[in-house]
């Protein structure tokens, strides 16, 4: 299991032979969070808030690893 910290929350995720895989998702205090795929290898979960918004990205392709996007406004 791998934790990733961003300004909007925290997200934990499992890293397998098949794909990521959610464990948890922690919004930070006045942030909402959400999820989505486009697989089973690669899950992104979105933290929103007042002109603000957190993206973390983990996919299992070509390599396991998460990338994290901050993005305000």
Do not use: Y
Request: charged letters at 20%; proline letters at 4%.
């Amino acid at each position: 299991m791998h934790t990733f910290q961003s300004q909007g929350g925290q997200a934990s995720v499992r890293f397998g032979e098949r794909g990521v895989c959610l464990v948890s998702a922690v919004p930070t205090r006045g942030f909402t969070v959400t999820t989505g795929r486009s697989g089973p290898q690669e899950l992104t979960v979105t933290f929103s808030g007042d002109r603000h918004r957190s993206e973390i990205t983990a996919t299992t392709i070509p390599q396991s690893k998460a990338t994290i996007r901050e993005v305000s406004w």
